[in-house]
């Protein structure tokens, strides 16, 4: 059996001269360079944070823990590394070749090349456990089998999890504005995801990071290569999402609770009342509280805690997360939010100063927990910071639009209509993320508010994104009353509010939603319901899809359809086709199942994607199919072409 890459990390620290980390570059770094150059789109500085990466990876060894699969962590810092090399670019241009350069980035095309500059952000966003398998399938093009023996589950696990992280990959690019289908994810991504790297390159790192780690200066040449994030001016360590424990919950518990629910809680907690008030700071404490056992419990007295604890033991608390909780743990995100909050409260003038060296893009929301408070506390004040001239920061696009819309947010509580106010005189991305926070907070208890005031806003992109986020939150309440008010639309809106409504109806009611279709016919909608529905109950939704009048959306709904039923149940799936006049209905559901059945069965896939009849189809499906199958198994690949006449060159 091949040596796994973390034991081929503990040979490297053992002889850092010998052979283990030339084999570790040569395992990772097609990966690690096509996403910097992707990313970057510089092949010198795609050179330079590969050197940089594995540097990381040399100093971080001894401490990497044994359950995260190396590919993933090598996509995390590689993305890291290139978005602070493209933020450093973006500094040395003027504020409107700026703005202008990183809105061309935003696209809804679905194209490799207009996809290249999203996807990795993208795949970052997810979380450990998703981009792991997304990454061990698409960029490693492991086989199922093989991700299930690295993660210690099943296989059919592994293919169930790995389709939903797709699915997840999807609905986040949706959100950059890039539509595309799981399909067209599970085709692409193996293909173009990881191509190979200059062939002196890996010797070069090699070389480069052996030398580096036996001279007296290794150190220092690791600092001055490092991307580092930013710390909080007071001294608070930069946290990561993580977890916690407690210390100095006083008497205010009894109080909030009366005799009898004192004594019906938890005997296995520790003692509350016998915390002295001056209690210094406790480490045990704090980790008494997640060793609670009951976690409603666990939550009242972390919030109680968050209270209590004294400011200047804040940093303490922060980092004791930061070291010794998971970063997945939501009650330890829960208290890294409040005791910033607290923090930011209780010390503005340094919370703002903070926020001129955070580094948004990859802090995971810790100073955006910071900006949160502050714009609580002076809206006005937080709205001029974000609007600065010397705060380039807030003019990458993704960036500035979280920022705008995260201070509106806390404005539209205290006051909506001069939140609103300023929103317009914002530009572009800021404008479009400043509109979410005010009108989709109203929007959460009043859509008819929200759309009244939406419907007032200069004409445009932002415009339209807000309506159909209000339509999305409206639909939640009452569907039907939300489709109404989008059909009012003009042209340019109507689509898109229609499709977010009808979306989110399909979530929870999607028979619902495909039966109001029924009586308001519109193909264009015939997808949006389908990937819903199908992922409960794929025959009823194939059924229903093939009612439908041919349509090139009908054919697009179906075979997406027969990619969801082909990851659950293929052999239903199987049967449902076979049952299917000839046609391209027949053909668009075999593609599904063809795509589908790639990632477990690739013989059958090959042979069902031979059954279509549109040559172009038939030829272009089969040929990625047996590409994707020569990368699993090519002995047993090409004895069947051999056997079956199949070219790969067709």
Not at 76 to 103: F, I, M, P
Not at 148 to 169: G, P, Y
Not at 607 to 635: G, V, Y
């Amino acid at each position: 059996m091949d040596t796994s890459d973390h034991q081929l990390l503990q040979e490297h620290l053992r002889n850092p001269s010998g052979p283990a980390l030339a084999e570790l570059v040569d395992r990772h770094l097609p990966l690690i360079h096509s996403v910097a150059r992707r990313i970057t789109t510089n092949d010198e500085a795609a050179r330079d944070i590969s050197q940089i990466v594995f540097l990381r990876l040399v100093k971080k060894a001894s401490n990497l823990p044994k359950s995260l699969p190396l590919t993933a962590w090598c996509h995390r810092e590689t993305h890291s590394a290139s978005v602070d090399y493209v933020r450093s670019e973006v500094r040395r241009q003027k504020r409107e070749k700026t703005a202008a350069d990183l809105d061309a980035m935003k696209t809804s095309s679905e194209s490799w090349n207009q996809l290249t500059p999203e996807v990795d952000g993208a795949i970052d966003e997810l979380s450990e456990s998703d981009r792991a398998l997304v990454l061990l399938r698409f960029y490693n093009n492991k086989t199922f089998p093989e991700i299930a023996h690295e993660l210690s589950i099943n296989d059919d696990t592994a293919r169930m999890r790995t389709n939903r992280a797709l699915e997840k990959l999807r609905v986040i690019l949706a959100k950059r504005g890039i539509t595309t289908t799981t399909a067209l994810l599970a085709s692409t991504l193996p293909t173009n995801a990881v191509s190979s790297a200059p062939a002196s390159l890996a010797n070069s790192i090699t070389s480069s990071v052996q030398s580096t780690c036996v001279t007296s200066g290794a150190l220092a040449f690791v600092k001055s290569h490092l991307l580092v994030l930013g710390s909080l001016s007071i001294g608070i360590a930069a946290v990561t999402t993580q977890q916690i424990k407690i210390n100095q919950l006083k008497e205010t518990q009894r109080v909030r609770a009366s005799p009898v629910a004192q004594s019906q809680r938890s005997t296995r907690s520790f003692a509350i009342s016998k915390i002295p008030k001056a209690a210094a700071f406790s480490e045990q404490d704090l980790l008494a509280i997640f060793a609670n056992p009951d976690p409603a419990e666990r939550l009242w007295l972390l919030h109680d805690y968050s209270l209590q604890v004294s400011t200047k033991h804040i940093s303490e608390a922060l980092e004791l997360l930061r070291s010794k909780t998971p970063e997945w743990d939501s009650e330890s995100k829960i208290l890294t939010h409040l005791l910033l909050t607290r923090w930011a409260k209780a010390d503005p003038e340094a919370a703002f100063g903070s926020l001129d060296t955070a580094n948004f893009s990859l802090e995971r929301g810790h100073s955006l927990s910071i900006l949160s408070a502050l714009a609580a506390l002076d809206p006005k004040r937080t709205a001029n910071w974000l609007t600065s001239p010397v705060n380039t920061r807030a003019y990458y696009p993704i960036v500035g639009h979280i920022l705008s819309g995260t201070i509106a947010k806390e404005w539209a509580r205290q006051d909506p209509r001069a939140a609103l106010e300023w929103a317009q005189t914002l530009a572009d991305q800021q404008q479009a993320g400043a509109y979410s926070g005010v009108l989709e907070t109203i929007a959460a208890t009043d859509p008819q508010k929200a759309a009244t005031l939406a419907l007032g806003l200069k004409a445009g992109n932002a415009r339209n994104d807000i309506l159909a986020k209000i339509a999305q939150s409206w639909a939640r309440q009452s569907p039907l009353k939300a489709l109404a008010w989008t059909s009012t639309l003009v042209s340019e809106a109507r689509g898109h509010a229609t499709s977010r409504a009808l979306e989110s109806w399909s979530k929870n009611h999607p028979e619902k939603a495909a039966q109001y279709l029924d009586e308001n016919p519109n193909p264009k909608y015939l997808k949006i319901i389908a990937n819903q529905w199908s992922k409960r109950d794929p025959e009823d939704t194939a059924n229903w899809i093939a009612s439908k009048p041919e349509s090139p959306q009908r054919d697009s709904a179906l075979a997406d359809t027969l990619w969801h039923w082909t990851t659950q149940t293929p052999k239903a799936a199987t049967a449902w086709i076979e049952a299917l006049p000839a046609g391209n209905s027949r053909d668009q559901a075999i593609a599904g199942l063809a795509v589908a059945a790639v990632e477990f069965d690739p013989r059958s896939a090959l042979e069902w994607s031979l059954k279509i009849t549109t040559p172009s189809l038939r030829n272009d499906l089969s040929q990625h199919t047996f590409k994707a199958w020569s990368r699993s198994d090519p002995k047993i690949a090409q004895q069947w072409a051999n056997d079956h006449q199949f070219s790969p060159d067709n």
